[in-house]
């Protein structure tokens, strides 16, 4: 197989978790004023992996309904790529799982990654690569992670669990990848040692020097080297750890805010992660029409940006019913209190 020169999403798949919790009750187990809550993080509410859910199990999910809408065999896919940063075991990789699940070939190239909650969009550059230089015809690319802060901590209110996951290939493309650009600096932002059992924000670097810093050089530095423009992109999508951010990121770059609502849906589910920007973009994707252009800008803690620029294709349309979209999964849901949340996610603790 030779190289190639335009690469893209062939498939595309997401899993969201049907229970959810709501900001209100989180609210009022830990006294806060639900007001002041939606109005520092405009989320809603934010999905819970059932007892039997993990990082893996919605990996597993979100592959399966990519493969489904790209009508390959799993044998076909040539990598796998796994971002996450909340895997069920510290030394044992989920990519190796998802070639069984899947029924891949044993040689697959396969990798677990880690870069906060980019990691997911560095997959999707790595299974580029592959495609792109000739080595594979398919590649996996999977955001994942089901997260959990300190109870009572700010994290508390937002992070959540999802995943999506995107076949690369240069046949048959729905988005082609025009352009790929990174932005990355040692900030400080956020962080976990090694047996500390929650993580810690950088207060202060999370916003300014962290997440805008690094998202909007990251889509300047693309449009600078491309010649494009804001007014070029029919859509835009950011990494989302709240609701607020992307809508201030798009103000900076002078994106309308009706070029970014499709992608926010972190108001709903919460922050997934290394999901997150990849389920805007899924969403983005079961709604636009062909030959639409889309802003991608992912974003990692400590700290750096991937953006991206694709634009659609005709074959879109025909692939968006194959598998269940994001709106199902939207609408699919369950509530739970605090007591079910904290025993599923394992965070009582008996004591003899």
């Not at 030779?2 to 009750?25: A, D, H, L």
């Not at 919605?58 to 009508?71: D, I, K, P, T, W």
């Not at 992660?273 to 803690?301: D, H, Q, W």
Request: glycine share 10%.
């Amino acid at each position: 197989m030779g190289r190639v020169n335009k690469v893209g999403i062939v498939g595309w798949g997401v899993y969201i978790p049907r229970f959810r919790i709501s900001t209100k009750e989180i609210a009022r187990v830990w006294g806060d004023d639900p007001l002041r809550i939606k109005d520092l993080y405009w989320v809603e509410e934010r999905s819970v992996g059932g007892p039997d859910e993990d990082a893996v199990t919605m990996a597993v999910e979100a592959a399966r309904n990519a493969l489904r809408r790209a009508g390959i065999d799993a044998r076909e896919l040539g990598s796998v790529f796994v971002g996450t940063e909340s895997k069920p075991y510290a030394v044992k990789p989920i990519a190796s799982i998802l070639i069984e699940a899947l029924g891949m070939k044993k040689q697959s190239f396969a990798v677990d990654m880690e870069f906060a909650c980019k990691a997911g969009s560095d997959a999707i550059v790595n299974a580029t690569g592959l495609v792109k230089s000739g080595f594979i015809k398919y590649g996996l690319a999977v955001g994942v992670d089901h997260s959990h802060g300190e109870p009572g901590e700010h994290l508390d209110y937002t992070v959540s669990g999802g995943a999506a996951a995107y076949i690369i290939g240069a046949d048959s493309v729905v988005a082609e990848i025009e352009h790929i650009y990174a932005y990355n600096s040692d900030t400080p932002d956020f962080w976990r040692r090694d047996g500390m059992p929650y993580a810690v924000h950088g207060e202060s670097f999370t916003g300014e020097p962290a997440y805008f810093r690094h998202v909007v050089n990251a889509a300047k530095a693309l449009m600078e080297a491309t010649g494009l423009k804001p007014s070029d992109f029919d859509y835009a999508v950011f990494h989302q750890p709240n609701a607020r951010f992307p809508v201030r990121a798009a103000q900076m770059l002078g994106i309308p805010l009706e070029k970014v609502k499709l992608g926010i849906v972190v108001d709903r589910i919460g922050n997934t992660y290394n999901g997150a920007v990849l389920i805007g973009l899924a969403n983005i994707l079961e709604n636009a029409k062909p030959g639409s252009r889309i802003l991608m800008v992912s974003f990692g803690s400590g700290a750096g940006s991937n953006a991206f620029s694709l634009v659609t294709t005709d074959l879109l349309p025909e692939r968006v019913n194959r598998a269940r979209t994001v709106s199902y999964y939207l609408e699919n849901k369950s509530y739970i209190d605090y007591a079910l949340y904290l025993r599923f996610r394992n965070l009582i603790k008996i004591i003899q």
